[in-house]
């Protein structure tokens, strides 16, 4: 186990709802990053926190926003959701400036109808 | 940006056979060359990686060769099982909390 823990596991929402999802970053690790894993696809970089704030950004529309809290444990929120962002949600911990390694949660599984 | 291609796209062997996993990329800057396996469910999980300065390294059955001129570096898997089955993904980067780009993945399934 990796010691990232995200939550819901799975989730079911209707299009243009909002969603929250949740991750709790292995101790020790400063940053997060999350990741959108489509089916039979590689997962696609989100954005990343580090110290509260957002470093680094995909190619995301501004609907997909996050947090970081002085814990280090993060949040990623989708406004208006639509059908495409039915996917595997990932997020991922590392520490920033020492390891490169980067440890992923099991995912969060959400199904837009 | 990184573009990210690995082949091939799905792999079958018979338990007890080597796999390759080849990863090709573009961008000569990057330095750190992880492998991941991701099995049905889970998220991606660490099982390999790779600096530029160096050029192969082992652990156990598995082992990542790099070719930093051409750009590419490959996952070696030797005496493979049947829990060896899942997906397979390389990520280059430029280390310094650059994001992870993935290729597509590679599955592979191990034949008992």
């Known amino acids: 186990e990796t010691g990232v823990t995200q939550s819901p596991t799975h989730l079911i929402k209707t299009r243009g709802q909002q969603v929250t999802l949740r991750c709790s970053s292995q101790s020790g690790h400063n940053t997060v990053s999350w990741y959108q894993q489509a089916l039979g696809q590689g997962p696609q970089f989100i954005f990343q926190?580090?110290?509260?704030?957002?470093?680094g950004r995909g190619n995301f529309p501004p609907r997909f926003s996050g947090l970081q809290f002085p814990n280090y444990s993060s949040e990623l929120n989708v406004n208006a959701l639509e059908l495409d962002d039915s996917a595997l949600y990932l997020c991922?911990?590392?520490?920033?400036?020492?390891?490169?390694?980067?440890?992923f949660g099991q995912g969060t599984r959400l199904t837009v109808v | 940006g990184e573009n990210v291609e690995q082949h091939p796209s799905t792999l079958s062997v018979q338990e007890g056979d080597s796999a390759v996993i080849k990863c090709t990329y573009s961008?000569?800057?990057?330095?750190?060359f992880p492998w991941y396996k991701q099995e049905l469910g889970k998220g991606p999980q660490l099982i390999i990686d790779i600096r530029s300065n160096v050029g192969e390294k082992k652990d156990q059955r598995i082992a990542v060769t790099l070719n930093k001129t051409a750009k590419h570096f490959s996952l070696h898997i030797t005496e493979t099982q049947p829990e060896d089955s899942a997906v397979y993904f390389c990520?280059?980067?430029?280390?310094?909390?650059?994001?992870?780009?993935f290729g597509k993945g590679t599955r592979l399934s191990v034949i008992a």
């Open positions: 961008d000569s800057a990057s330095n750190y």
């Open positions: 926190y580090y110290r509260e704030e957002e470093n």
């Open positions: 990520a280059p980067f430029l280390s310094g909390n650059t994001p992870l780009v």
């Open positions: 991922a911990s590392s520490v920033r400036g020492v390891n490169t390694e980067a440890f």
